[in-house]
Nanobody, 123 residues
Framework: QVQLVESGGGLVQAGGSLRLSCAASGRPLTTYSLGWFRQAPGKERQFVAAIRWSDGHSYYADSVEGRFTISRDILKNMMYLQLNSLKPEDTALYYC????????????????WGQGTQVTVSS
């Protein structure tokens, strides 16, 4: 089991920034990729970014590339998502994910989910 707890969401104006955090516990993460997905009301959950725990290799959705940055702190078992240049369309519930097998951008491959943290961007 991997437990994931998100924090850091909030309300921000367009153009602003937020940093989301995900605290991971349970199994060692060396064989996992951790990531972020988001779900807006009435829409499907979609991939945002992921990072391979072993070497820090990162993946991004086209919609956030250049604006969002994913990082990890191995010693603290923490993952972060820095959200810059936020847009109203970034408004969603952001979920932390852990994937061991398969592509970390594939929702079907996710093994564990956090409970989500809300990001709201006002125009």
């Amino acid at each position: 089991q991997v437990q994931l707890v998100e924090s850091g969401g909030g309300l921000v104006q367009a153009g602003g920034s937020l940093r989301l955090s995900c605290a991971a516990s349970g199994r060692p993460l060396t064989t996992y990729s951790l990531g972020w997905f988001r779900q807006a009301p009435g829409k499907e959950r979609q991939f945002v970014a992921a990072i391979r725990w072993s070497d820090g290799h990162s993946y991004y959705a086209d919609s956030v590339e250049g604006r969002f940055t994913i990082s990890r702190d191995i010693l603290k078992n923490m993952m972060y998502l820095q959200l810059n240049s936020l847009k109203p369309e970034d408004t969603a519930l952001y979920y932390c994910s852990a994937t061991r097998y398969g592509s970390p951008w594939s929702i079907d491959a996710v093994g564990y989910w956090g409970q989500g943290t809300q990001v709201t961007v006002s125009s």
